[in-house]
Structures are given as structure tokens and as C-alpha cells.
């Protein structure tokens, strides 16, 4: 079991930037759909950005959309969230998926995916 990891969280001002990366020990994401999910504090967690396998497709919840990019390095070994124009209710664990994938989807829905990070703390003062 490949085991995904995020890193890049931490402490921001509002206004901040800041990108979040997912790695699956050096392996290759080529064959997975990659998504990006959140959890606040005493909220559910929620879809935030999914990628197809190719990286040629992207999907995006409407409140993040023009802020929040996701992306595949050219090696296909890391995944990244870059964040802009950060708020306060973006506070939140980032959690990193994926899923095995024969085409070029894009996976918006939790249930859709097998393996799961352990999150991301990112923290936006106001």
C-alpha cells in the first residue's frame, strides 16, 4: 500500500499564499486521479480540487475557483494544491487522494477514493 503524504501546511495571514504538495514516496501518479479534500474545524470533510491522470483535466469547488490551483509535476510523482489569496474559512486539515484510473477522469466525490493521506494543517489568521 503506497502511502500519500502532504506537506506545505502551516500558519498564513489572510491575503497569504501558499502551496501544499502530495507524494507517494517517490513513486509514480501517473495512473491515479488525484484530489485535494478539507476538512474545518466541526465541518465535514469536502471535495476542494480533483485532477485526471493526465493532468489534463481539472475540477474545482465554486468557492475556490480562481484562488486554489491544482497540478502534476512532469515526473508524475508529486501532486500540488497552490493556494492564493488566503481566508480565514479556508482554515482547515488538507487531505491528499487518489485513485487507480483507466481514464481521463476527473473524481470529485470522497467515496470515489481508495488511499488517503494523513493531512495537512494549514492556518489562516485574520
Known amino acids: 500500500q503506497v502511502q500519500l503524504v502532504e506537506s506545505g501546511g502551516g500558519l498564513v495571514p489572510a491575503g497569504g499564499s501558499l502551496t501544499l504538495s502530495c507524494s507517494a514516496s517517490g513513486r509514480t501518479l501517473n495512473l491515479y486521479a488525484m484530489g485535494w479534500f478539507r476538512q474545518g474545524p466541526g465541518k465535514e470533510r469536502e471535495f476542494v480540487a480533483g485532477?485526471?491522470?493526465?493532468?489534463?483535466?481539472?475540477e474545482y469547488e465554486d468557492s475556490v475557483k480562481g484562488r486554489f490551483t491544482i497540478s502534476k509535476d512532469n515526473a508524475g510523482k508529486m501532486v500540488y494544491l497552490q493556494i492564493k489569496s488566503l481566508r480565514p474559512e479556508n482554515t482547515a486539515v488538507y487531505y491528499c487522494?487518489?485513485?487507480?484510473?483507466?481514464?481521463?477522469?476527473?473524481?470529485?466525490?470522497?467515496?470515489?477514493?481508495?488511499?488517503w493521506g494523513r493531512g495537512a494543517q494549514v492556518t489562516v489568521s485574520s
Open positions: 485532477i485526471s491522470r493526465t493532468g489534463g483535466d481539472t
Open positions: 487522494a487518489k485513485k487507480f484510473s483507466l481514464v481521463g477522469e476527473v473524481m470529485a466525490a470522497e467515496a470515489q477514493y481508495k488511499d
